[in-house]
């Protein structure tokens, strides 16, 4: 009756099943958080796997959608073919009523066809939605969209239940290919007399060789007798059993987070520096976390529902219990949030529920001694470069004073030459000598790291484009000829 789109329907739903599962995963952040913090998790190479998190569930993100479009052209082609091919040997097998039933009828009413197509509406959104040009331009569309796969798992539960689907359940009484002379065939055929002498009752034994078949047996191959009618029923919905854990561990680990963030922080200063940057810093109770580390920020009065990670750049200590972060407005969240802190900068608010991601394990590297810093940094415009260079020159400044002056290697690189001149001229001249126009020449930089550190482990940590990423990925992964060893990091929010 259905053919290769049963084929195509069934085996593109265990896919779907499976990445239904996966792709909740990734999302319990406080899970790998745990499991990253773990001694049981020694690797430092599965830690960093844990931390691509967020391109696993881009992954089975892309999958279903690739398998939602094979499963819905699938069913497309059976509802198509329950209509045509209408069997009235087998009632219990036909989703259609009649033989030219409107295939539309079974998409739009029964269950399994309405929870379908809305379901596709749903994940069309959800993935328009995902695309980094509505990310970048609106980030709310894409966050408040992303938060209906809720309504996408519910449908999909309900989905399943409507039993479409069926299989027989008496195979023994009724083998496929059997034949069963009910009384209809009685009325409408004459049965040999050896033939009702030999079987007078239902059998599904073979006809013994030396007994002449009847003739409508033979052009059936019909080789064996039934003792009832076939028997069909749903198949039990095996969606529950692949996403209602995952779904269940999502949900309480939200639940969690909810509770655990829901104590304040106190904002004790705001600092606008230029190029749209902002900095906030802020004091919570029993608030413990290393540098490296980054923490999600939601506000409330901004958001109800949109929380985004940012790196700490400033860490609570044993005297000091300070912690901030620096912000770049580009946003309709970071517009919001700096116009409702600039307004209450002034005050002791409590807006801002946060809570720490990621743990670092005991592994050994506190024997670990830190030589020398290689930092690069690429800026695009004087603007930016004049906020952070403040804070470059006050290190520079204390390095000279420990007698350390090339314990950190800084270089900068500027793009924008309008405007040099006078940056010169004025109060980063400790970092006249560092600084340098145009793009690094990563290739160069590396083999002369490498010279100077032979046969050492190198850690390269890279924050910033994918593109700048990619090149320092590959280059860290080649050989050199000096016997240096570059092990890669990318600042991943997971």
Same mark, same amino acid.
Request: charged letters at 20%; aromatic letters at 12%.
């Given at each position: 009756?259905?053919?290769?789109? +049963?084929?195509?329907?069934?085996? /593109?739903?265990? *896919? %779907?099943?499976?990445?239904?599962? @996966?792709?909740?995963? !990734? ?127 519910? +449908?999909?539960?309900?989905?399943? /239940?409507?039993? *479409? %689907?069926?299989?027989?359940?008496? @195979?023994?009484?009724? !083998? ?319």
């Amino acid at each position: 009756m259905l053919g290769l789109g +049963l084929c195509v329907s069934r085996a /593109s739903a265990s *896919v %779907l099943n499976l990445n239904c599962c @996966l792709v909740l995963l !990734p999302m319990c952040r406080v899970l790998l958080a745990f499991l990253r913090g773990s001694q049981k998790v020694a690797s430092r190479k599965t830690r960093r796997l844990l931390d691509k998190s967020k391109t696993f569930h881009v992954t089975c993100g892309v999958t279903i959608c690739v398998f939602s479009v094979l499963h819905v052209a699938a069913h497309l082609v059976n509802a198509l073919n329950f209509s045509e091919n209408y069997n009235e040997d087998f009632l219990a097998l036909n989703a259609a009523n009649y033989r030219g039933e409107d295939p539309r009828k079974l998409l739009f009413a029964t269950v399994p066809g309405l929870t379908g197509v809305i379901m596709v509406l749903v994940l069309f959104l959800m993935c328009t939605a995902s695309t980094y040009a509505i990310r970048v331009s609106n980030y709310d569309i894409f966050w408040y969209t992303h938060n209906l796969f809720f309504v996408f798992y519910m +449908l999909l539960m309900l989905h399943v /239940s409507g039993g *479409v %689907l069926k299989y027989q359940t008496n @195979l023994e009484e009724h !083998p496929p290919g059997c034949f069963n002379p009910n009384k209809t065939l009685r009325e409408n055929m004459t049965v040999p007399k050896a033939f009702e002498e030999t079987f007078p009752d239902y059998t599904t034994e073979p006809f013994p060789e030396d007994l002449p078949v009847p003739e409508p047996f033979v052009q059936n191959n019909f080789t064996r007798i039934c003792s009832e009618e076939p028997k069909f029923q749903s198949h039990f919905p095996e969606t529950w059993f692949w996403i209602s854990g995952p779904l269940c561990l999502y949900c309480v680990e939200r639940l969690y987070r909810y509770i655990r963030s829901n104590k304040p922080v106190t904002i004790t200063s705001v600092i606008s520096h230029p190029s749209n940057v902002l900095e906030v810093r802020m004091v919570k109770d029993d608030f413990k976390a290393r540098p490296g580390q980054y923490v999600i920020l939601h506000c409330p009065r901004v958001s109800a529902l949109e929380s985004h990670p940012f790196t700490l750049t400033m860490c609570p200590t044993d005297t000091k219990a300070t912690f901030g972060v620096h912000l770049k407005v580009v946003g309709d969240w970071t517009e919001r949030f700096r116009d409702l802190l600039l307004l209450h900068s002034n005050q002791d608010t409590e807006i801002l529920p946060i809570f720490q991601q990621r743990r670092y394990p005991n592994d050994g590297w506190k024997h670990y001694k830190l030589r020398r810093l290689y930092f690069i940094w690429v800026c695009r415009d004087i603007e930016s470069f004049r906020w952070f260079a403040d804070l470059l020159c006050i290190l520079h400044d204390k390095l000279w004073q420990e007698n350390r002056p090339d314990y950190i290697n800084i270089q900068l690189y500027l793009s924008q030459t309008d405007g040099i001149q006078k940056i010169i001229g004025e109060k980063y001249q400790a970092l006249n000598s560092r600084l340098l126009i145009g793009r690094p020449r990563w290739k160069l930089l590396l083999d002369e790291i490498a010279k100077c550190n032979r046969q050492k482990t190198i850690g390269v940590f890279c924050c910033g484009p994918n593109k700048i990423s990619k090149i320092l990925h590959k280059l860290s992964n080649s050989s050199n000829s000096y016997g240096t060893r570059f092990e890669y990091n990318k600042e991943s929010f997971s």
